[in-house]
């Protein structure tokens, strides 16, 4: 019923900044959830960023892992339809698949989304 597709993974040396992109499709909410997640080799998936919007685009909720905090920014577009992730200050340690994920009215602090991207390779050089 809605599909994400992640873009804007790439490899960049540690202090660099990226911005990913989420762009969805088909059906979409007007109290909506959208999450970003990581997953590194050898590592289980991790939460990094998630904001709800249930009115106007001034009106939403915002959280991050503390790993983040400081250097990453959630952010929307609602004419694009596209959700994005700034990472700025980037660390070797940040080097992970990073996976977008939607939820209709769910609160950024759960983590049970319904739809999932493919997922986008972000590699963070020294």
């Known amino acids: 019923q809605v599909q994400l597709v992640e873009s804007g993974g790439g490899l960049v040396q540690a202090g660099g900044s990226l911005r990913l992109s989420c762009a969805a499709s088909?059906?979409?909410?007007?109290?909506?959830?959208m999450g970003w997640f990581r997953q590194a080799p050898g590592k289980e998936r991790e939460f990094v960023a998630a904001?709800?919007?249930?009115?106007?685009?001034?009106?939403?909720?915002?959280d991050y892992a503390d790993s983040v905090k400081g250097r990453f920014t959630i952010s929307r577009d609602n004419v694009k339809n596209t959700v994005y992730l700034q990472m700025n200050s980037l660390k070797p340690e940040d080097s992970a698949v990073y996976y977008c994920?939607?939820?209709?009215?769910?609160?950024?602090?759960?983590?049970?989304?319904?739809?999932w991207g493919q997922g986008t390779q972000v590699t963070v050089s020294s």
């Open positions: 904001s709800r919007w249930s009115g106007g685009w001034s009106l939403s909720t915002t």
């Open positions: 088909g059906r979409t909410f007007s109290d909506y959830t």
């Open positions: 994920a939607a939820a209709n009215r769910m609160s950024v602090y759960d983590r049970r989304y319904d739809y």
